[in-house]
C-alpha cells in the first residue's frame, strides 16, 4: 500500500517548463466552480507563462507528479497567496492545508508577519477551510455578479 497523505509528498519550486502544468492543474482544479458561479473562476483564464516568471508557484508532488500548487506573490509587508489548486482526484487529503503551511514558512522566511489571500464568497467550502487554517475575513467587495472575500492572518513573531 502507498502513502498517499501529505507525508508522501514533496514540494519544489515551478519552472518556466511548468506553465502548462500548472494552467492544466488550476483548470482542472477550479472546473467545480464554474456550474456555481457560471463562468470561468479567474485562476482559470489567467496566464502562466507570464505567473511563472513574475510569481512564486510552489509544486507539490506525489510520486514526482504535481498534484497541487501554490502560487505566491510578495507584497513587501506581506505575501499573497494568489493561487491553491488541488488536482481533483488529490483533495480531501491534506494537501491543500499542507501548502497553506508552506506559504506561511516562506512568508516567515521573508520576514512577513502576515499572510493575505481572497476567494469568491461562492466558494464557502474554501472559505470555511482558510477559517480553520486561522485566517479571517477582512472585508467582502462586489466582484463579477458576486462577491470576493478577502482574508488574512497574523503570523507569530519567531523568537530569536
Known sequence: MSQTGPAAASIRPATAADAATIRDLTRAAYARWVPLIGREPMPMTADYERAVREHRIDLLLVDGRPVALVEM?????????????????????????????????????LGHREMRLYTNKAFAANVRLYQRHGYVVDREEPFMEGFTVYMSKALPVNAE
Open 73 to 109: 506573490i510578495d507584497e513587501g509587508d506581506h505575501l499573497l497567496i494568489e493561487n491553491v489548486a488541488v488536482d481533483p482526484a488529490m483533495q480531501g487529503r491534506g494537501y491543500g492545508r499542507r501548502l497553506l503551511d508552506h506559504a506561511e514558512t516562506v512568508a516567515s522566511a
